[in-house]
């Protein structure tokens, strides 16, 4: 299954929400955040994009950017040569695209301070994102991407390095270093549970009687 990426969005601000526009369909209503799992000695770090269907009934989460990454800023050779683009790229990329600036992470204290340290000294990104800390992965992360798969409340694009990712991890369970695009999935899922989309209420002014 190939997930179709929005052709333009818009936020709604009185909903507090993002409008997503698609070529063959209507406008569909989301609840836009994003996961990064950090690089971690041979695993290449990996952070995707998706958003919570806020106006369907079942809620269901679809994956839309993905991105792969070794560094912060772009990765070079000693004679200066580019080699990979680093995750500044991607961030920057997501808050002109869908003005996404809330990322779910959680990895160990030494790993994702170091990171995160990169992330907010690099004069690549603007603005900063919020780094949201999801320590229930731990408890309940396997558990809510297996049941978020099984009922259909989770939607990726088939061709997608996420899904290659989690189809490994899912054919060898016992494997104890799954690569970051499953930690990635358990973070968003994780998150989205911790984070859901809460209907803003209509404030109205005090009116007084003359």
């Keep these: 299954m190939v997930i179709l990426k929005p052709v333009a969005v818009k936020k709604s601000v009185d909903r507090q929400a993002t409008i997503c526009y698609f070529t063959h369909c209507k406008p569909v209503l989301f609840h836009i955040r994003g996961a990064i799992a950090w690089p971690d000695g ?3 770090g990996f952070a995707f994009i998706a958003g919570m269907e806020v106006e369907w009934h079942n ?5 839309f950017d993905e991105f ?3 560094t912060i800023e772009h990765l070079t050779d000693d004679d200066g040569k580019f080699i990979q683009s680093g995750l500044s790229l991607f961030l920057n990329e997501m808050w002109s695209k869908y003005q996404v600036q809330n990322y779910f992470v959680y990895q160990p204290l030494d790993l994702r ?3 995160e340290t990169r992330v907010y000294e690099s004069e690549m990104i603007q603005p900063k994102p919020y780094l949201i800390q999801v320590p229930e992965i731990d408890q309940v ?3 809510l991407v297996s049941e978020y798969i099984n009922v259909g409340r989770f939607h990726g694009d088939g061709d997608s390095v996420l899904r290659q990712h989690y189809e490994e991890y899912i054919s060898n369970p016992s494997l104890k270093t799954p690569r970051m695009g499953v930690h990635a999935l358990k973070l968003m899922i994780c998150g989205m549970e911790k984070d859901p989309y809460v209907k ?3 404030s109205r002014k005090a009116s007084w009687a003359v």
Excluded: H, M, N, S
């Design 59 to 63: 809620k269901a989460v679809v994956a």
């Design 113 to 115: 301070k170091r990171w």
């Design 68 to 70: 792969e990454f070794w």
């Design 200 to 202: 803003p209420t209509i």
């Design 141 to 143: 992360g396997d558990r």
């Design 42 to 44: 041979d695993l290449q």
